[in-house]
């Protein structure tokens, strides 16, 4: 059970736009905390997609954003494409654990 | 540039140790907080352990405070995890990851290196 929570799986066709969720509580993402995303292409180590709630590393698309709105926040990829196929990651920073916490991950199917 | 390479992991026994390393053959280890995340096999990521740039700081998830111990050798622009009275469910790619001071996130991750402990 993860501290925040994604729904295990999403697809999209090709072009189009999916949005993924991480929902956490008052003691990480509500307490203020920044929500950073990873995107881990199969059989690789994750990398940084996004970094305090909506910047981009250099290199990375302008078609990955993200979002956040009190305990929760969003990851939208617009212009699908077949390579965006990979598992992403929430992450944040819990107070009551003293630990930085990750979603289960959202497994991104490009139709 | 960072480059992350870590190694050590292998067959350990239930009860046993193991030595993970990462080495930076960048030049900028010291200035980074680093960290030590883990994957089970089809599982998601979990942090594990911290260490500060001077060491003077280290944090540990609850599951393997007692068990593990991280350090690092700025000199030698290595980050090492001990990993005593090993579990069945330590059995995962264990990944190095770097942090900047006054960061929340993982900016650079190694390709892992993984653990199995089994008899």
């Known amino acids: 059970q993860s501290v925040l929570t994604q729904p295990p799986s999403v697809s999209g066709a090709p072009g189009q736009r999916v949005t993924i969720s991480c929902t956490g509580s008052s003691s990480n993402i509500g307490a203020g905390w920044d929500v950073h995303w990873f995107q881990q292409l199969p059989g690789t180590a994750p990398e940084l997609l996004i970094y305090d709630n909506n910047n981009r590393p250099s290199g990375v698309p302008d078609r990955f954003s993200g979002s956040k709105s009190g305990a929760s926040a969003s990851l939208a990829i617009t212009g699908l494409q077949p390579e965006d196929e990979a598992d992403y990651y929430c992450?944040?920073?819990?107070?009551?654990?003293?630990?930085?916490?990750f979603g289960g991950g959202t497994k991104l199917t490009v139709l | 540039e960072v480059q992350l390479v870590e190694s050590g992991g292998g067959l350990g026994q239930p009860g046993g140790s193991l030595r993970l390393s990462c080495v930076d053959s960048g030049f900028t280890f010291s200035t980074y907080e680093m960290n030590w995340v883990r994957q089970a096999p089809g599982k998601g990521l979990e942090w594990v352990s911290y260490i500060s740039e001077s060491s003077s700081n280290i944090k540990y998830v609850d599951s393997v405070r007692g068990r593990f111990t991280v350090s690092r050798d700025n000199a030698k622009n290595s980050l090492f995890l001990q990993m005593s009275s090993l579990r069945a469910e330590d059995t995962a790619v264990y990944y190095c990851?770097?942090?900047?001071?006054?960061?929340?996130?993982?900016?650079?991750w190694g390709q892992g290196t993984l653990v199995i402990v089994s008899s």
């Open positions: 992450q944040s920073y819990d107070n009551s654990l003293s630990a930085w916490v």
């Open positions: 990851a770097t942090k900047k001071g006054g960061t929340t996130y993982f900016r650079h």
